[in-house]
């Protein structure tokens, strides 16, 4: 097993090999990404699917003088196998040696570290700007699959590399006609047209931004792809090789199903069956009933996503029962807010439903297209919680730093059920203003309500202390809970619990009310404090008799993380917490 | 004057007209914009180009019902002359009842306050979207220019306009061939092509995103614009109509010199002079000087800019001078970020120019393309300041509170020419990370540096006290020496004045140095407080025996405000402050 991958470290040895040991190659590689993904799950059909096209790469091209900029990277587990990193794919125990993603820290060979989409071409413009300043000449490949071509940053990449890139610049597109859902946008009609014509439609959109233009048809043919990037190597002019390659290739239930094969959890090679599941009550499928029952009720609900259904359980089903309700305007953030801006202007109630992460595209977009103009858009947020998506380019911790210093957003963080759904319920029922809804994470808790969603600016005082006031936003109000409590056991100190609910608009009146007979006010967030929930308590606070202690996490880009030993270093446990009280009160 | 004019408030009226008056009609909106251009100035050709478009729009459409969606909308002009808003334009008295851009709380013809790029086809979309839902038939037309046509948020709203929007749709390319300065990218050949070729050619990027096509020469003959428009009004799917316009139509100078007449300010229409200017010394010139200096010198030095190259007042011929050194992307923010990180990352020393309000586009590329790989990027920022722009479209005021929560990100705040100069020489001369400088507004000031650039992170004491510390960050420098002497004078305090130099790492060795004698420390910014530098100190001080008072502005949506009246009213102005120490110390 893995004969020949064992000998492989990059383009001197795979040149070595004839074509028939290059699909040998391709089997062994295969081999490693099943091992890997069956066990600990991971991007699953682009990397399947771009297998023969990496070799062909490694082949033709000479990394890392030559650079491969490889688009969102979740395809670069093939060439992290063939660039000395075959281990983390073949050796259980390597497994936490591989990020993922493509990683500069890894390797040489990598160029960026990457995990959001439509970056690659605007990368690579760069690469070879400086390259042809410093008067060198090696090839810089930007490798982005058909899904990331309707990203803006993308399409400005081609408009650019099109005109103002004199030099080599070799924009492979791996067009497997899928994005993560399925493709949208009118582009798509064009690489079809291209695909159909085996590249010679006069309807050609690369053209059309001015770029060179071949195409291959057998994207999964080593011997084709060696003898087509044979042609392109050391061109002196940026042009776009336009592949067809079947995403999930070489395991068929993948190449059959590919929206749920895009990414996987632990499975059985055999069936296909996920090896864990989870049966428990969960936020996102609360918050997903209640908008496809609310969408039945009211045809002014339209559900908009950059392509992130998954993100809430949105299954085709679903999307086809939404019917014109539904709007997947494929990957492009920009637009998907902006839409939002214009069909709650028309009198509807739109939801954008993406990640944090994705949503910082769009500072822009919800800051000057919606919230200069004050439209009822709603957005509502997956993975804002420290200890949901941990690579270090998907991190949901930003959130509260970017969008909470938007005027006219309200920004609610609903600690419960109950509180999610009613706050669901206000936002696509008004049309006073923004409204950005931060999904818990962790254990569904549940607690009856006694404020109403529409008073979002008033804080929910739970217990009422003295000394110390807990002031515990979103799904850190358990932690804010759990620290009461402990207080109280450890310290004999009853404290005032608050929900503040909301992450905009501080409640002065219970602020200032807390003047009166506490010491010290705690405030506990999930997410970065600076610019942050904490930060606007500590300002109020400031040049008052009071004391504050914010706690939450600091500004870095953390990576890979164990959550809790985090909580622990930044000694925002319960226990330290308790410690810091009792030496401060 | 005005004859037709001061007859017409919309469609009802304009429609009666016949050609002859019609034509009368745009001389008459010429005299109405020449009388508001010459006087106070404004956006120039976009408005001179689009009279007759926007005569024949309000024939054949009928606003508000039929909706008007104007790209940046620095082109409406005429479109507010013709919907009740005339007085703007020929009454001087009245020109502050207008704002410059679209906004609703003037008019229901107006259906967004927009004042940046390449929104106008998202926001369409979203109209149309819930015009369908809510089963009704208006047209929805979105005016665009070809300049915006670079951006990612436009091409993202035409590849969705192209397949997912059913009902009518009318996207109007006003193609002057002129973005602000001149255009660029690949798609301006595709638009050359439909030109030369009266709309035939088979290289159509909007053909390309699936969109249907009818191309029309003579865009400033409003006759021939009526016989198109009543041709695809009330079409059933989205349709591009391409027009041919001269930017700066019916004055000669604009029309010879279209990016110097992008905008005006008040001028002599005879001669086409500036009727104001200024002489002095300012940073904008200390910038480019600079700039231009060290890439004659260091060929590594790459200057990228997103269409503002007017911004550091970069001439054509220094633009031609800097050579293959310069990078205009057009209007295409996203593509400039992430281009910088990859010449940073090949070995060069990029620079980006722009307004901050137009960088707030990049959020995402500034964090994960340029800051989780840790690249040398700079980034030159104009119009931080709040006495800078002033319309709600174009604020500088959110910087900080944008990209100071960024990790890795250096951000810089130079109070005087000498720092402004070091840190522009450090961040072209590293490569330990990215850098963002904020250019400072108003008169210049000069000091002897006393920490060299690369020691960012130290904050300079320049007067030692006790009781009252003030750290006054960037160009909010100069009020806080002016507050030190007014405590010295009015209540015999010696404050310490501290310069923090950068917004972005605390100088804790000098924040804890002031817990010993002093009870009040003062922050003071140029820039909402909410997210930017002051509740970073309030919280380093939040648990200390130490009171904080942050200065900045709350967290709103100014809009054409008097700058020095804001100031009072926050009570930031220094006579307040004093008043504020006298109380609370």
């Known amino acids: 097993m893995y004969e020949l991958l064992k000998k492989i470290n990059g383009h001197d040895d795979i040149v070595k090999l004839s074509i028939p040991e290059l699909n040998q190659l391709a089997e062994e590689v295969r081999e490693g990404l099943f091992n890997r993904l069956t066990k600990i799950g991971g991007h699953f059909g682009p990397n399947f699917g ?17 650079k491969f900029v490889f688009d969102v990277s979740h ?8 660039t000395g990193r075959r281990e983390g794919y073949i050796n259980d125990e390597c497994f936490k040696n591989d990020s993922g993603y493509t990683n500069p820290d890894e390797s040489e060979h990598d160029i960026f570290n990457v995990g959001h989409t439509s970056t690659s071409i605007s990368l690579a413009t760069g ?14 490949i930007a490798i982005i699959g058909d899904g990331s071509l309707s990203g803006g940053e993308a399409l400005e990449g081609l408009n650019v590399a099109g005109s103002e890139i004199k030099g080599n610049l070799i924009i492979i597109v791996n067009d497997n006609q899928q994005s993560i859902s399925e493709t949208h946008g009118g582009l798509y009609k064009s690489l079809k047209d291209l695909r159909d014509s085996n590249g010679e439609s006069s309807n050609n959109i690369f053209k059309a931004f001015g770029l060179d233009y071949v195409y ?21 002019h940026p042009i776009v090789v336009h592949l067809t390659t079947i995403k999930g290739k070489g395991y068929r239930l993948a190449e059959i199903n590919k929206e749920e094969w895009h990414w996987c959890g632990p499975f059985d090679r055999e069936t296909g069956e996920p090896l864990y599941s989870y049966d428990g009550e969960d936020y996102t ?16 609900v339209v559900v908009i996503t950059p392509n992130m259904p998954g993100s809430f359980d949105l299954s085709i089903d679903d999307r086809v029962g939404l019917g014109d309700q539904f709007v997947d305007v494929g990957i492009a953030e920009e637009q998907a807010v902006a839409m939002a801006s214009g069909v709650a202007k028309r009198g509807c109630h739109p939801i954008v439903l993406t990640n944090t992460t994705f949503m910082q595209r769009t500072y822009d977009q919800v800051s000057h297209d919606v919230c200069i103009n004050n ?17 270090v380019t998907h991190l949901g911790i930003f959130g509260l730093s970017i969008f909470s210093n938007i005027p006219n957003l309200v920004v609610l963080a609903p600690t419960t059920k109950e509180e999610l759904v009613s706050m669901l319920d206000y936002a696509l029922t008004q049309n006073r203003h923004p409204i950005m809804i931060l999904m818990p994470g962790g254990e569904v808790a549940s607690r009856k309500i006694s404020i109403p969603a529409c008073e979002f600016e008033k804080y929910e005082i739970n217990e009422c202390g003295s ?20 207080l109280k056991n450890k310290l004999g100190i009853t404290p005032t619990l608050i929900n503040p609910r909301n992450a905009t608009t501080l409640d002065k009146e219970v602020l200032n009310s807390l003047c009166d007979n506490h010491k010290l006010v705690i405030t506990l967030e999930d997410g970065v404090l600076e610019g942050g929930f904490g930060p606007k308590v500590a300002t109020f606070f400031s040049d008052k008799n009071i004391k504050v202690k914010n706690y939450g996490l600091e500004k870095k880009f953390y990576d890979r993380y164990d959550p809790n030993e985090l909580i622990k270093s930044l000694k925002m446990d319960t226990a330290s917490i308790v410690e810091y009280v009792k030496e401060n009160i």
């Open 50 to 66: 771009v297998v023969e096209l990496t070799i062909a790469l490694h082949y033709v091209f000479k990394s890392p003088i030559d």
């Open 75 to 82: 395809q670069s587990y093939p060439h992290k196998m063939l």
């Open 127 to 140: 690469l070879a700007k400086a390259r042809d300043l410093l008067g060198e000449k090696e090839n810089i």
């Open 216 to 236: 291959e048809a057998n994207g999964n043919d080593i011997e084709s792809l060696i003898n087509l990037f044979n042609k392109v190597k050391d061109i002196d």
């Open 285 to 300: 499928t609360i918050a997903k009933n209640f908008i496809l029952n609310r969408a039945k009720e009211d045809k002014s």
């Open 375 to 391: 439209n009822n858009a709603t957005f509502l947020l997956n993975y804002n919680h420290f200890n949901g998506l941990r690579d």
């Open 467 to 486: 000394e110390v006031a807990i002031i515990a936003l979103g799904d850190f109000y358990p932690r804010g809970e759990k620290l009461s409590q402990e």
